[in-house]
């Protein structure tokens, strides 16, 4: 079983939409958690942390359920520059993440 | 502004030839990171060293090694490149700590291709 795992999509969503989705874990024990953004033919880019009691960061709302081992991002007001793949990133233990193989993201006009 | 330059954006190899990909970053960071990522398996870890001569196996060490001389520079090896070894190779480096002290941030990556 992998440790992390998404949908990998795409989701297509027009401007001005919300799209959400899900990642979820394996390793109960795991300590930190993350999204980054993967533009095409990109480096991965850290997007956000992502906290126990949730957080916010823009139109940005990152989510994490210990008790289901799952993680969720939700994007607002989508914009065409939010197109991109997002990965999941789970800290299993000291410096090792481990990702997931990524969600893509189509906003279109 | 954080900076970690990979040497080859592009590399055409043939079987059986040793490669290395070198990666440096200027941000005096502890960690640095090698991984290799294919379609529908994300990113894996290959090695990864937090100081300077250390390293550590990651998930798929077979067939690579690495070198980490200088605080700022990681290289990797392929000793006999095979076609299974065709992908995107990333380099990272982050900080100790943790949340966002922990960020890894990465080299623009090799597109290696073995024939």
């Known amino acids: 079983r992998k440790e992390v795992e998404q949908d990998p999509g795409p989701f297509n969503v027009p401007e001005g939409a919300t799209v959400a989705f899900n990642c979820t874990y394996s390793n109960s024990a795991s300590q930190s958690f993350f999204w980054y953004r993967q533009d095409c033919r990109k480096e991965p880019k850290l997007l956000m942390s992502?906290?126990?009691s949730g957080n916010e960061d823009g139109r940005f709302t990152a989510q994490l359920n210990r008790a289901s081992q799952y993680i969720s991002l939700l994007i607002r007001d989508s914009k065409l520059s939010d197109s991109a793949t997002y990965l999941c990133?789970?800290?299993?233990?000291?410096?090792?993440?481990?990702f997931g193989a990524g969600t893509t993201v189509t906003v279109r006009a | 502004d954080v900076k970690v330059t990979q040497s080859s954006r592009y590399l055409v190899k043939r079987t059986g030839e040793k490669v290395f990909l070198e990666c440096v970053q200027d941000m005096d960071h502890e960690n640095m990171f090698w991984y290799r990522q294919d379609p529908g398996l994300g990113l894996r870890l290959i090695y990864f060293?937090?100081?300077?001569?250390?390293?550590e196996k990651g998930d798929i060490p077979e067939g690579y090694s690495v070198s980490r001389e200088k605080k700022e520079r990681f290289s990797l090896i392929l000793e006999s490149a095979s076609t299974n070894q065709t992908s995107m190779y990333l380099c990272?480096?982050?900080?100790?700590?943790?949340?966002?002290?922990?960020?890894?941030?990465f080299g623009p990556g090799t597109r290696l291709l073995v024939l």
């Open positions: 060293s937090y100081d300077v001569k250390m390293k």
């Open positions: 990133v789970v800290k299993v233990h000291d410096y090792k993440l481990s």
């Open positions: 992502v906290y126990s």
């Open positions: 990272a480096s982050s900080k100790p700590g943790t949340g966002q002290q922990e960020t890894q941030y």
